[in-house]
């Protein structure tokens, strides 16, 4: 039996498995391989999407998908991983703590967010990079609704002028209309260092980002 153990089960971490179960399907003569994933839960976080408002659908299910590929799903976390002895020590969300050994060992955990060190950010900023961050933010919108309308309540800004607070910036105006009412004077800012938004972008789809962006989410 040779044990492929994937640690992770986003974007990457799934499409190892699945990627992995085709091949096993196709090689048949390779059908002793056993494909394990190990995260906290079987869930694919569609983390590109965390600026919508829609979250509950952002966390896709991907259990029964594993189940019909034969791939077993392990809840839990890699918490240490030993290449000389080919193991990883995997924690439960009981603080338990086991061990399993591996032939091949995909790290598929993902990234966080770069938080610089800005006196403020952590107390009043907000940030998507996680699910749980974006349920915190969109708590902290809707609960706009219940303060007097004012400049401050009806604006926005948003630092980094990359895809994230490109896409972030562009849909924020819709979004907190519908919190706030069609009414309201939405007010979206957003901060890049560079001289133009989209910096990482193409010349041609930066030029295109800033049209659409400068009317839209100046003053919006
Ligand atoms: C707001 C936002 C917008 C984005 N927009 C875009 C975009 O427009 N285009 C684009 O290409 N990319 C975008 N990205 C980046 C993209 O989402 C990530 O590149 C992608 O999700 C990475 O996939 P991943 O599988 O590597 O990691 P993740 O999706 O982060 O998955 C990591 C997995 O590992 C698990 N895990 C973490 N630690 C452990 C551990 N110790 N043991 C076991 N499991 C663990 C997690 O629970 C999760 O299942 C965006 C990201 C964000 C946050």
Partial sequence: MTELVIAGSGFAGTWAAIAAARARTLAAADSTLAITVVSPTPNLHIRPRF???????????VGGLFRDIDVTHVAGTVAAIDVAARTVDCV???GRRTQRAWDRFVLATGSVLFKPDIPGLDAHAFDIDQLAHARRLDTHLRSLASRPASAARDTVVIAGGGFTGIEAACDMPARLRAILGAAADIRVVLVEQAPAIGPDLAPARARKSSRRCTPAVSRS
């Fill in 51 to 61: 600026y919508e408002t829609a979250l509950d659908e952002m966390a896709p299910d």
């Fill in 92 to 94: 439960g969300a009981d």
